[in-house]
């Protein structure tokens, strides 16, 4: 069973265009929620930690938000350098540390 | 300067050869990670070393072995290489294993076997 589901599988945004990612995730204890970026032929790049429920962060044109069960990436008025792969992972207290397990990811595409 | 670095960035060899992958961090961290993603970029953990210790050994077959001389560098070393063995392998590193750490990913290595 998946401990990490991301939804949709991919998004299509026209520039400018608000949306948001989900990632909803089953653990035992949450100890961590990690959103990372990853493009084409790159190395996952970390973005946002987030522990406990009702946390917020932001970078640039992202906010991550964290609920007990889900977590949502919204992307304010996206430009097409944002277009990338959005992976989401969690660290969980029942497991081994430092264990993540990661969603599938969201393709985003902002087109101009 | 580079954080987490890995060599070589692309790796194309034969079935049933033995190759090696390496990976440097300069980032004074504690703990360091080999991932796999697969073709449709699923990323699973193989294995993870705290200070050189041995933390987690997923289901991987034996022919991974994975070796770390010091806390900066943690190698991988793949046995009679299979088709199935292609894919992008990742290293990462983070500050320790509690507290929810982020990790910090290389460039990936891109195996082919052929």
């Known amino acids: 069973e998946d401990q990490v589901t991301q939804s949709p599988e991919a998004l299509r945004l026209q520039e400018g265009e608000s949306s948001s990612l989900n990632c909803s995730y089953t653990?035992?204890?949450?100890?961590?929620l990690f959103w990372y970026r990853q493009d084409p032929g790159k190395g996952p790049e970390f973005l946002f930690t987030?522990?406990?429920a009702g946390e917020e962060k932001e970078k640039e044109r992202l906010k991550a938000t964290l609920t007990k069960k889900e977590s949502f990436l919204h992307i304010t008025a996206p430009k097409p350098e944002d277009s990338a792969t959005y992976l989401c992972?969690?660290?969980?207290?029942?497991?081994?540390?430092?264990?993540?397990?990661f969603g599938r990811g969201t393709q985003l595409t902002v087109w101009p | 300067d580079t954080a987490v670095s890995q060599t070589p960035k692309y790796l194309v060899t034969q079935m049933g050869n033995d190759k090696s992958i390496k990976c440097e961090q300069n980032?004074?961290?504690?703990?360091m990670y080999w991932y796999k993603q697969d073709s449709k970029k699923f990323l699973k953990i193989m294995f993870s070393?705290?200070?050189?210790?041995?933390?987690i050994n997923e289901t991987v077959p034996n022919r991974f072995s994975p070796k770390s001389p010091d806390k900066a560098h943690l190698n991988l070393h793949i046995n009679s290489l299979e088709l199935g063995d292609s894919a992008v392998y990742f290293c990462?590193?983070?500050?320790?294993?509690?507290?929810?750490?982020?990790?910090?990913f290389g460039p990936g290595t891109r195996l082919t076997v052929l």
């Open positions: 992972a969690v660290q969980d207290r029942g497991s081994t540390l430092g264990r993540l397990y």
């Open positions: 653990v035992s204890g949450l100890r961590g």
């Open positions: 987030l522990y406990s």
């Open positions: 070393y705290n200070n050189k210790e041995l933390i």
């Open positions: 980032l004074g961290h504690d703990t």
């Open positions: 990462a590193s983070s500050q320790g294993l509690a507290g929810g750490y982020e990790q910090f």
